[in-house]
T-cell receptor, first 116, second 113 residues
Framework: DAGVTQSPTHLIKTRGQQVTLRCSPK?????VSWYQQALGQGPQFIFQ???????QRGNFPDRFSGHQFPNYSSELNVNALLLGDSALYLC???????????????FGAGSRLTVL | GESVGLHLPTLSVQEGDNSIINCAYS??????FIWYKQESGKGPQFIID?????DKRQGQRVTVLLNKTVKHLSLQIAATQPGDSAVYFC????????????FGKGTMLLVSP
């Protein structure tokens, strides 16, 4: 059973460009959350999608947007890239109806974004 | 700001030693804490969790201790192995829901053979 898969694994962009990252949740999961992890830091919550809508949002500007598709997969879009957007972007999936603790959260390996 | 944090950024131990990783939190109302392990090139992996009605919980080779009086928790790893080398994070649910988390900065554990 595949866990959370993310693509691409690595990418390089220049300032001002736009990027789209993709996430396929673990089978049976319907909720997707995105985190940004800067080098040497813990992950920071960006937003969460459930039923194709943004349900929760962290302290990130509107340049960060997302989408969830009917098959529960999700995209994270970042516009007008800044150098400070360089980070590992992690996707985590869960099943809202059965959530009872963090042990049912599954993280992907992440997409490493470098902005030059 | 973050409500969870760690005391030490790097911990170096010898194989077979016991390791202790510490974490402080600031919100006295926090009622659930989680420890994650993140190996190089991988996403965080759940290790163990504890609810505030407990002060100790044991897993396989790991024990989490919670001291609510001083708002401190620790992760103890018994007989540390080279495969335990990773960054360890404590985390707690964000106020808006259990399925979203606030992470601390992390402690890197280095195990020497």
């Amino acid at each position: 059973d595949a866990g959370v898969t993310q693509s691409p694994t690595h990418l390089i962009k220049t300032r001002g460009q736009q990027v789209t990252l993709r996430c396929s949740p673990k089978s049976g999961h319907d909720t997707v959350s995105w985190y940004q992890q800067a080098l040497g830091q813990g992950p920071q919550f960006i937003f969460q999608y459930y039923e194709e809508e943004e349900r929760q949002r962290g302290n990130f500007p509107d340049r960060f947007s997302g989408h969830q598709f009917p098959n529960y997969s999700s995209e994270l879009n970042v516009n007008a890239l800044l150098l400070g957007d360089s980070a590992l972007y992690l996707c985590a999936s869960s099943r809202t109806s059965s959530y009872s603790g963090a042990n049912v959260l599954t993280f992907g390996a992440g997409s490493r974004l470098t902005v030059l | 700001g973050e409500s969870v944090g760690l005391h030490l950024p790097t911990l170096s131990v010898q194989e077979g030693d016991n390791s202790i990783i510490n974490c402080a939190y600031s919100n006295s109302a926090s009622d659930y804490f989680i420890w994650y392990k993140q190996e190089s090139g991988k996403g965080p992996q759940f290790i163990i969790d504890i609810r505030s009605n407990m002060d100790k919980r044991q897993g396989q080779r790991v024990t989490v201790l919670l001291n609510k009086t001083v708002k401190h928790l620790s992760l103890q790893i018994a007989a540390t192995q080279p495969g335990d080398s990773a960054v360890y994070f404590c985390a707690e649910p964000r106020p808006s829901g259990y399925s979203t988390l606030t992470f601390g900065k992390g402690t890197m554990l280095l195990v020497s053979p």
